[in-house]
């Protein structure tokens, strides 16, 4: 089953996330099978990028959203 998670990236202290579609079994950084978007809770206002077709292409395909993701699709757009 394909899930919709957020994957780290950055350094130790200056983390960002990619919203990524991922093989539910494989480990929070491995390869994804496609890159859905982009996360920066750092800035003031959080910076995120999303796409929004493509995201709504997987959730019709039977793909499910992290507790993380739903919030973030829940944000108004900015």
Known sequence: MVKIRLTQTGSAN???YRIVA??????????????LGFYNPL????HIELK???IAYWITNGAQ???AV???LEEPKS
Request: glycine residues 6%; proline residues 3%.
């Open 65 to 67: 959203t992290s507790e």
């Open 43 to 46: 800035v003031k206002p959080a």
């Open 52 to 54: 929004r077709d493509r």
């Open 14 to 16: 200056r983390k960002t």
């Open 70 to 72: 739903k919030k973030l």
């Open 22 to 35: 991922i093989e539910e079994g494989k480990r929070r950084d491995g390869r994804a099978i496609e890159i």
